[in-house]
């Protein structure tokens, strides 16, 4: 049984927020990921959110999620002695994720060619904004900025008012370092067929395409910029079609779409409707399953008004309930909180809770996305402390002396 499929490689993982999730992927998966952070602490440590720590300081709850089963070692990669010191930690090492903006690596002297004389078996996946090429490799990105130069921002928000920025963080960041373990999979597959490294360049930005892969036909054919359309959906080219619901106690998402697709749906809806005495009379006319809304599209206001009156007299879960007795697509719209107690995540054991360090409680964190027979994919260790596995590493793995890390703990290098 193969429980960590990565379990024999280890991976360095450079400072900085951008190549956070990759990194946690693979030690999930059981590869060794080793955080090289500045003295002091790597600067992902305070970005917000933050959370309060026992001692009166706050740590930042992105780097809390996504330093889950990594070690730490701190080095100051601006002096001679640091950089030295990682091109030995290179020695035995498989993959190098490097987040830094395009051109820094070379700045310190330790560009790709330079890693590979150091190891020629190295895969170096370097996250950035927009690539290492190109005539935007040198800006800086952000989560918005790589949306709004995608176009998804544009289409995002009320049709009748601005774009509006995607509510949840990171969101590119997290994408874009999927992506990137994908690549760094194939380029060890690469390795082991041809013996040599490769560079993987995984540009943030480019990852927007594919969250919108579809969607950029609809100019290329037929010359369509796809606007804001709030909450609701198109069907064809001239009927929207209403999403979202308010009912007693929230929200909840109904599509509306009779015909073959949906009118068994909408059928079993308005038998529901017609019980409690809340279906207009002429719904009894309507053929649900023949109903083409392109045709008879002056009915959809009416129809809508009538869903809705309905649906307010509803909690989201009496909707849910009917939603999965009958098989339709209906939704409630929960909240975090709702979300820790659903019973579908519940009985696929979703969540597991880890200790986040000293100062800090427990909490629950995703479990693996997917199930694979044999593999276990999950942190294996709470988020490290800064520079906490430096005498392991150091010392008892590069073969440091206890007198040559305190030297250089003295002069900053470690």
């Known amino acids: 049984m193969l429980e960590r499929p990565l379990g024999a490689y280890r991976v360095i993982e450079l400072?900085?927020?951008?190549?956070?999730?990759?990194?946690?992927l693979?030690?999930?998966l059981g590869a060794d990921v080793i955080k090289v952070e500045p003295p002091g602490g790597d600067e992902a440590r305070f970005?917000?959110?933050?959370?309060p720590l026992g001692d009166g300081g706050d740590i930042g709850l992105l780097w809390v999620a996504y330093s889950l089963g990594k070690r730490s070692v701190t080095l100051d990669l601006h002096q001679e002695e640091g950089r030295h010191l990682f091109l030995r930690l290179l020695e035995g090492t498989d993959v190098l994720l490097d987040g830094f903006p395009p051109g820094e690596l070379e700045g310190l002297g330790l560009g790709y060619e330079r890693l590979q004389q150091a190891n020629p078996r190295l895969v170096?996946?370097?996250?950035?904004?927009?690539?290492?090429?190109?005539?935007?490799?040198?800006?800086?990105g952000s989560d918005l900025v790589h949306f709004a130069l995608g176009g998804y921002l544009y289409m995002t928000g009320p049709e009748d008012g601005p774009p509006l920025k995607v509510?949840?963080?990171?969101?590119?960041?997290?994408?874009g370092g999927s992506h990137a373990v994908m690549a760094t999979l194939l380029a060890l597959r690469w390795r082991r067929q041809t013996g040599r490294g490769a560079r993987v360049d995984q540009a943030i930005r480019d990852t927007v395409l594919w969250m919108l892969a579809n969607t950029y036909q609809h100019y290329d054919l037929a010359g369509i910029n796809v606007r804001r359309r709030g909450s609701?959906?198109?069907l064809g080219s001239v009927v929207r079609l209403r999403a979202v619901y308010r009912c007693r106690d929230g929200y909840v998402v109904w599509m509306f779409v009779p015909g073959h697709i949906g009118g068994r749906d909408a059928r079993a809806l308005v038998q529901w409707m017609a019980k409690e005495g809340m279906a207009p009379d002429w719904f009894a006319t309507v053929d649900w399953d023949d109903l083409d809304l392109l045709e008879r599209r002056e009915?959809?206001?009416?129809?809508?008004?009538a869903f809705a009156d309905f649906f307010a007299t509803k909690t989201k879960r009496e909707l849910f309930r009917w939603a999965m007795e009958h098989r339709a697509m209906l939704a409630p719209m929960r909240t975090l909180g709702e979300v820790f107690q659903d019973e579908q995540l519940a009985e696929r054991e979703a969540w597991r809770t880890?200790?986040?360090?000293?100062?800090?409680?427990?909490?629950?964190?995703?479990?693996?996305?997917v199930r694979l027979d044999g593999v276990r994919w999950e942190p294996r260790s709470r988020p490290p402390l800064p520079g906490e596995h430096n005498r392991e590493i150091y010392v008892g793995e590069l073969g440091l002396t206890e007198a040559e890390l305190t030297a250089l703990a003295e002069r900053g290098v470690v």
Do not use: C, H, M, N
């Not at 009915?299 to 008004?305: G, T």
């Open 299 to 305: 009915l959809l206001p009416e129809l809508e008004r």
């Open 47 to 51: 970005l917000p959110p933050l959370a």
């Open 354 to 369: 880890v200790e986040l360090g000293p100062g800090l409680p427990q909490a629950r964190v995703p479990g693996p996305p």
């Open 124 to 140: 170096l996946t370097s996250i950035s904004s927009f690539g290492q090429t190109g005539p935007y490799s040198r800006w800086r």
């Open 232 to 234: 609701a959906r198109d």
């Open 167 to 175: 509510s949840a963080p990171w969101q590119t960041l997290l994408f």
């Open 15 to 24: 400072p900085g927020p951008v190549p956070l999730f990759a990194g946690k």
């Open 26 to 28: 693979l030690a999930d």
